[in-house]
């Protein structure tokens, strides 16, 4: 993105009490540093999306990009595919998030049919596609949601076409789960971030960001219709899934 964030400095003073974490102005305004000190591997994951789609995306197909945020995941397909090689739409809750992501699209994709819109995509009408990205947003959802919304996305995608699925897991043995967890808070120490930061931010996200084992998310996804599935990523507890509905 062309224009400048900023740091992400949110959780680094005491509250005397942590607010449920939501997308509002404040973590639009420094999202992308969050997001790049936050989540292992995403830019790897992004990186990735325009090989995939141009191994499996009809040319001139429609790509759903579900709890999009900023764009980053348009921006990503658009920066390596040609105009006419897709079409793009957007789509998250947040009106803040919606609007920096419209203005992003307008200043750095003029040639490129994107839009966003902001909708809940659990009620949203889906149109057919040939790529569904759902990163980091199924984890958003109550848990008794989550099955519903894949079973629809399944339905509107084309013979042959693909969802990508990235999300924060939980190990389902305890042992592995802790030192994946302290790995996790070593890599944001890392990467700047105070134990109160981090303690800060989880009592924010508890109840809030729910996460599903890998066995978890590829039994959700089998449910849904998908005869094939796999994990094509994985750094510490965060994973991308791929999953194929047959041409």
Known sequence: MSDASYRDAIFSTPLDRVARFSFDEKVVACFPDMIRRSVPGYGQILGMLSLIAQRHLRHGAHVYDLGCSLGASGLALAGALAPDAFRYTGVDLSPAMVAQARQTFADECPAYAMQVEEADIRTLEYASSGMIILNFTLQFLPAADRDALLARLYAALEPGGVLILSEKTVDADERDNAWRVERYHDFKRANGY?????????TALENVLVPDTLDALHGRLKQAG??????????????????????
């Open 194 to 202: 105070s134990d109160l930061e981090i303690s800060q931010k989880r």
């Open 226 to 247: 998908f005869p094939r599935s796999m994990t094509w990523f994985q750094y510490l507890n965060f994973a991308s899934l791929i999953a194929f509905k047959e041409g």
